[in-house]
Nanobody, 127 residues
C-alpha cells in the first residue's frame, strides 16, 4: 500500500514558478513509476510528467516541455514537479500517482496505469 500527499500548490502570477512535492509512505515506493497529472475545472484529467523508479527515464507532456521538470529523491520517498514560466492555462489541480509497473513508453501517460493517487494540490496562475 502506498499513500501519496501532494503539497506546494498556490497562487502565482503569470511567468512565475512553483515546485510541487509528492510525499509517499511505503518502503517500496522507490521501486515505483511516478506520474503527475492535472485537471482544470470542467476539463478531463491529463498527463503532465512521469519518471521511472531510478530517474533513468522521464517524460513531460508537449504542453509543458521546457518549462516543467520532474525529479525524485528515493531516500526521501519524494517526487517533485518544478514548474517555471507558468501560464494561466496551467491552472489546475495537480495530482501525483504511483504505479508498481515498470516505466514503459506505451503506458506512462495513461491514468489507468497508476494504482495509487494523491488528493491533489491546487495551482492557480493569474494573468
Amino acid at each position: 500500500q502506498v499513500q501519496l500527499v501532494e503539497s506546494g500548490g498556490g497562487l502565482v502570477q503569470d511567468g512565475g514558478s512553483l515546485r510541487l512535492s509528492c510525499a509517499a509512505s511505503g518502503r517500496i515506493f522507490n521501486t515505483y513509476t511516478v506520474g503527475w497529472f492535472r485537471q482544470a475545472t470542467g476539463e478531463e484529467r491529463e498527463f503532465v510528467a512521469a519518471i521511472s523508479w531510478d530517474s533513468g527515464r522521464a517524460n513531460t507532456a508537449d504542453s509543458v516541455k521546457g518549462r516543467f521538470t520532474i525529479s525524485r529523491d528515493n531516500a526521501k520517498n519524494a517526487v517533485y514537479l518544478t514548474m517555471n514560466n507558468l501560464k494561466p492555462e496551467d491552472t489546475a489541480v495537480y495530482y501525483c500517482a504511483a504505479s508498481g509497473a515498470q516505466y514503459h513508453s506505451g503506458t506512462y501517460a495513461l491514468q489507468g496505469s497508476y494504482n495509487y493517487w494523491g488528493q491533489g494540490t491546487q495551482v492557480t496562475v493569474s494573468s
